[in-house]
């Protein structure tokens, strides 16, 4: 990758000498708190104006000057759009179930999620739980399935789980929700545990056709 600050370095040491240029450069990055190897969208305007104010000082010929602040205005125009644009985790992981190795997955891959999100290490175990029961109950009552995990970037951000498959569905919903209900397999938590562990809970299921439960857990 090319050395934006080195080429700045040579512009300005065509205009003055050596030791000044790297004065002015490096102050200027202090100033303006932008650094020419790592430009963001609109950094280049706040870095040439602290470099103006130094080739003001030092570059007294209008004309030379204009031509130097020309230079490195294309440098950073060229250089800041030909950077990749900064890293954003994915979305979106689907994390086919079929088996044991697949709660396994489903719960690490939940959990780093929400550690990339920046969430406690106590929240990001109420998640990890939340989605090994949900997948175990795809093992064991609907044979197969899918965990989808997607990180919710909107005025809240968090964590929306959903647990899709087409076994044979909860004959009774209100049941198995109630406190006549008690989980036995798993660790016990159940679907009841899992409405507790996060902040909302939706669950449609279909007899014959299938269930598919919503969860989501937020930062705040
Ligand atoms: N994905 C599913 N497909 C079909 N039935 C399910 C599914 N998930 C849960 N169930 C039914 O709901 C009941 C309650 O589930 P849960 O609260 O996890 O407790 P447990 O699995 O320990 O019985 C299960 O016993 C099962 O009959
Ligand atoms: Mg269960």
Same mark, same amino acid.
């Given at each position: 990758m090319s050395d934006t600050r080195q080429q700045i370095l040579e512009i300005l040491g065509g205009h003055m000498s050596a030791i000044l240029a790297r004065s002015v450069l490096s102050l200027s990055i202090s100033w303006s708190k932008v650094d020419p190897n790592r430009l963001?969208? @609109?950094d280049d305007n706040r870095l040439l104006a602290e470099l103006e104010k130094g080739c003001r000082l030092y570059v007294r010929d209008d004309t030379l000057r204009q031509t130097c602040m020309e230079q490195m205005q294309t440098l950073l125009t060229i250089n800041g759009h030909t950077l990749p644009p900064p890293e954003e985790p994915p979305r979106l992981t689907r994390v086919p179930v079929l088996g044991e190795s697949d709660i396994v997955d489903a719960r690490g891959i939940g959990r780093l999620v929400c550690n990339k999100l920046g969430f406690s290490g106590a929240m990001q175990i109420k998640v990890a739980t939340a989605i090994s029961e949900l997948a175990r109950n795809i093992v064991q009552y609907a044979d197969k399935g899918e965990i989808t995990i997607t990180t919710l970037n909107g005025n809240r951000r968090g964590i929306e789980v959903v647990a899709r498959d087409e076994g044979?569905? !909860?004959?009774?919903i209100s049941l198995v929700m109630s406190d006549r209900y008690n989980s036995r397999?798993?660790? @016990? !938590?159940?679907l009841k545990g899992t409405r507790n562990l996060m902040d909302e809970f939706d669950l449609k299921s279909t007899p014959g056709k299938g269930t598919e439960i919503r969860v989501r857990k937020y930062m705040d």
């Open positions: 963001r969208p @609109g044979p569905g !909860i004959a009774d397999t798993g660790m @016990g !938590i159940g």
